[in-house]
């Protein structure tokens, strides 16, 4: 089994900065692609970044230019690093891993709790 653990979150005021940490933790065979996608109140859960296990990154729009995704594979780990926070981030973000928990077994998308994130103006 895979566990997916976020840390880092808090109450930032806008223009600030707040860095995003997770884990993957427990039997992991590989580990692919991780990321991190919001849910503000009352919308749907959105994309924010992803990174593959080779260094490729995705942003969403509305974040390119003042979130950074990164990771460090030895330690199953993904980071977010959010500068210039306004109030339209405020969300709960959870982070995402792609992950095989054996040679034969399928790939399957493990989630976090969570962790929220408030901007406030």
């Known amino acids: 089994q895979v566990q997916v653990v976020e840390s880092g979150g808090g109450l930032v005021q806008a223009g600030g900065s707040l860095r995003l940490s997770c884990s993957a933790y427990?039997?992991?065979?590989?580990?692919?692609?991780m990321g991190w996608y919001r849910q503000a109140p009352g919308k749907q859960r959105e994309l924010v970044a992803t990174?593959?296990?080779?260094?490729?990154?995705n942003y969403a729009d509305s974040v390119k230019g003042r979130f950074t995704i990164s990771r460090d594979n030895a330690k199953n780990t993904v980071y977010l690093r959010m500068n210039s926070l306004k109030p339209e981030d405020t969300a709960v973000y959870y982070c995402?891993?792609?992950?095989?928990?054996?040679?034969?077994?399928?790939?399957?998308?493990?989630w976090g709790q969570g962790t929220q994130v408030t901007v406030s103006s």
């Open positions: 427990g039997s992991i065979f590989s580990l692919n692609a």
């Open positions: 990174i593959t296990s080779g260094g490729t990154t």
């Open positions: 995402v891993a792609d992950a095989a928990p054996c040679s034969e077994c399928r790939k399957y998308d493990y």
